[in-house]
């Protein structure tokens, strides 16, 4: 793994690969998806899901929204057209947890891409948009500098020709985000009715994150085999 680019907004790691499918991975808020530890502002350049098979999939890339600022703080057009040369003629899958999600669907509005695969991904951080007092009180200063950025939510960023896998909880925290999503045919959502907010860490304590994550990328009906590993593994799970 390399790093590509670092500026005060982000960085980008890249791990070379054989293969057309290219995966693009975001990490979340707090870079804690398996339970290493609290907030830890030291551990910024930590990717998340290095695991994905490398055979599997081909170039390998990692984002990281240094600021995190859910995006709004990132130019979008820059790296797109930074990326962009790594991605002719490639398939690409975007990946993100939380914070990631909502960047994962970010990119793939500005950035051909065929799946979207989103952990309880924010709708918005706006306090207009999320009434209730849903967020952890460590990210009250990074909100307001997101709210003055100007953005507000993920209205109007949904392409047609991508499919986006959204994992959700009944947790408090991720309701109002999940019922704020549009029903439309190409989002497709498996809901986990017995699991916390950290649904990547709950399937890793299963064994089957990794399996489940292959399934996103290529199989043909990914909630079909997401279903068949829950089954196997006693997951309690509903498909929408």
């Given amino acids: 793994m390399i790093t590509l680019h670092e500026d005060k907004a982000l960085k980008i790691f890249y791990d070379p690969g054989e293969g057309n499918t290219t995966l693009v991975s975001f990490s979340g808020i707090d870079f804690d998806t398996f339970g290493f530890g ?3 502002p030291d551990a910024i350049d930590r990717p998340e899901f290095v695991k994905i098979t490398a055979g599997l999939v081909g170039d390998r890339f990692w984002i990281i929204d240094k600021l995190r600022s859910w995006g709004s703080l990132m130019d979008w057009d820059w790296i797109h057209n930074f990326i962009s040369p790594y991605l002719h003629e490639k398939r690409v899958i975007a990946l ?3 914070m990631g999600g909502t960047n994962a669907i970010k990119f793939a509005y500005h950035t051909d891409v065929d799946r979207v695969i989103a952990f309880t991904p924010h709708w918005s951080i706006h306090p207009d948009i999320i009434t209730q007092e849903i967020f952890d009180k460590r990210t009250i200063a990074l909100r307001a500098r997101v709210v003055a950025s100007g953005w507000k939510s993920l209205e109007g960023m949904f392409r047609p020709m991508t499919t986006y896998i959204h994992f959700w909880t009944p947790d408090a925290i991720d309701v109002p985000h999940m019922i ?3 029903t439309i045919p190409n989002i497709e959502k498996i809901f986990f009715p017995t699991s916390e907010h950290s649904i990547a860490r709950l399937l890793k304590s299963k064994g089957v994150l990794y399996d489940i994550l292959d399934q ?3 199989a043909e009906d990914p909630p079909k085999e997401i279903s068949i590993l ?3 593994a006693g997951i309690l ?3 929408s």
């Fill in 230 to 232: 829950c089954d196997k």
């Fill in 96 to 98: 993100g947890n939380c």
């Fill in 180 to 182: 704020a999503y549009p």
């Fill in 38 to 40: 609290d907030y830890n």
């Fill in 237 to 239: 799970h509903e498909l």
């Fill in 216 to 218: 996103c990328i290529v």
